[in-house]
């Protein structure tokens, strides 16, 4: 087939100024994200002023009210058609309440009150929700090559990347600039977070807005079958769809590692290495290899095959925190700053490219679905996944906590903790996470749905819709 007759099948190409517009989102996103996974919960404990157990409790409600509300929020958007565009419209709609719950998540005017602390955090992820869900729609909809969505997927976990570079490396060093005590772990740094997160929120709502403006919705549910979607098609897209359900187990365990080695880095760096000094170095680290081999994922990917490319990528990765774990356990080492720094490239260089790739499923499952009912629900999977990363996430709120009380870790001690306490941190850093990924190794070599696969399925949907 010519290129004329793909484009009138769904095969879009798209320019770089598109691919770049819809990766943006990601990158406004992960400036909210990527704070809130990081630095919320030592902002809780060390600013903010509530307990470690008391943090993680709170953690684990909001991520019970988005079982709830996601389904809702997949539902409404796979149903609906507003004037603005059926997915892209909620990066505007959710996107301006998204910046203001996120600013008051860091206000530390009601400081130590519960409640503040659960009706901002619950309005934050609500409204995230309302945008992550359309976002992770709107890729399935821009077009069905499968080509053309891998230099999306890259294109977009480059700049989700980049925005966790940002969050990584210049959070850290605008709040202790910022903070009369030039640290962000103290009573002190309140107002320092507070201006930190308000520069962050507003430039991604800018960010939503220029993706908005770059993408439009080409690979859409008929009208007709919009009237049908319900939220118990969540469960039933469950049963039917097993890439779906390999892809949604792949995603709690790949956010589980992720949320809890993210939470603990500043208590690590803090608490056991004693360089709160090189935190951004370190933070930044898991995402700088970003920018080396997420370009080169189509090639690596052509060559070995995307199933050992999640293998051999998960393993860097385990070897990468099995590294830190030696390091970390010996005195000697672990003042070796640059030990430290190349134990957490090469872990993260894992990570990324693994957990990276891995949204390049979604559409896929996506048109699987649509091959075996005949509907184009992106709405109802991306709520489907979307539970299940934030299961991940709330996995990575509450461990962390309760294991850092199960320890003893002092919140009211600025300087050092006890030796069970700095092992507890490990444990969060390196041992947890590698646990984590070996499931997740095991659960991904389950995917059977290989590219050629993928694109006889989207040419027969395609052909259906020519008749």
């Given at each position: 087939m010519n290129s004329i007759s793909n484009e009138t099948k769904g095969f879009y190409k798209l320019s770089w100024i598109q691919r770049i517009g819809f990766g943006s989102g990601d990158l406004a996103q992960n400036l909210i994200y990527q704070t809130v996974a990081q630095y919320l919960l030592i902002f809780y404990t060390n600013v903010y002023g509530l307990p470690a157990a008391t943090a993680a409790f709170m953690f684990l409600i909001v991520r019970l009210?988005?079982?709830?509300?996601?389904?809702?929020?997949?539902?409404?958007?796979?149903?609906?058609?507003?004037?603005?565009?059926?997915?892209?419209?909620?990066?505007?709609?959710?996107?301006?309440?998204?910046?203001?719950?996120?600013?008051?998540?860091?206000?530390?005017?009601?400081?130590?009150s519960l409640l503040y602390a659960y009706i901002t955090y619950v309005g934050l992820s609500m409204c995230y929700t309302l945008v992550n869900v359309p976002y992770g729609a709107l890729n399935a909809s821009l077009t069905r090559d499968t080509d053309e969505i891998t230099k999306l997927t890259s294109t977009r976990m480059f700049f989700a990347n980049l925005g966790g570079l940002a969050v990584a490396y210049g959070v850290p060093v605008l709040v202790r600039s910022l903070s009369p005590d030039h640290s962000m772990a103290s009573s002190e740094a309140g107002h320092a977070w507070f201006v930190t997160m308000t520069i962050y929120a507003i430039v991604g709502l800018a960010l939503l807005i220029f993706t908005f403006t770059q993408t439009k919705e080409r690979v859409?549910?008929?009208?007709?079958?919009?009237?049908?979607?319900?939220?118990?098609?969540?469960?039933?897209?469950?049963?039917?769809?097993?890439?779906l359900r390999i892809l949604a187990f792949f995603f709690i365990t790949s956010f589980a590692m992720m949320a809890i080695g993210n939470s603990a880095g500043s208590y690590y760096m803090i608490y056991n290495v004693h360089a709160e000094n090189m935190l951004p170095y370190f933070a930044a680290l898991g995402s700088i290899p970003a920018f080396i081999f997420m370009p080169l994922i189509p090639t690596i990917k052509k060559m070995i095959g995307k199933r050992n490319m999640f293998i051999v990528f998960l393993s860097i990765a385990i070897f990468g925190m099995a590294l830190l774990y030696i390091i970390s356990s010996v005195d000697a080492l672990k003042t070796q700053i640059w030990l430290v720094l190349a134990a957490q490239f090469i872990k993260s260089t894992g990570v990324i490219v693994a957990t990276g790739y891995m949204w390049a499923l979604v559409p896929e499952v996506i048109s699987y679905g649509e091959y075996t009912t005949g509907r184009r629900i992106s709405g109802i999977v991306n709520a489907l996944t979307g539970i299940f990363y934030k299961a991940g996430m709330a996995l990575g709120g509450v461990v962390p906590g309760f294991l850092l009380a199960f320890a003893g870790f002092n919140e009211k001690n600025p300087t050092t903790q006890s030796a069970f306490a700095q092992q507890g941190i490990l444990w969060l850093v390196a041992v947890i996470p590698a646990l984590l990924l070996i499931l997740a190794m095991f659960i991904i070599t389950k995917y059977e749905l290989d590219d050629e696969r993928i694109d006889e399925i989207n040419q027969e949907i395609e052909n259906r819709h020519l008749k």
């Open positions: 009210v988005d079982v709830a509300w996601d389904p809702l929020v997949g539902a409404w958007v796979d149903k609906h058609n507003p004037k603005l565009g059926k997915y892209r419209s909620y990066l505007v709609l959710g996107g301006i309440p998204l910046t203001a719950f996120a600013i008051l998540c860091f206000w530390n005017g009601f400081s130590g859409v549910m008929d009208k007709a079958d919009t009237d049908k979607v319900k939220v118990s098609d969540l469960v039933t897209e469950f049963k039917r769809n097993r890439p």
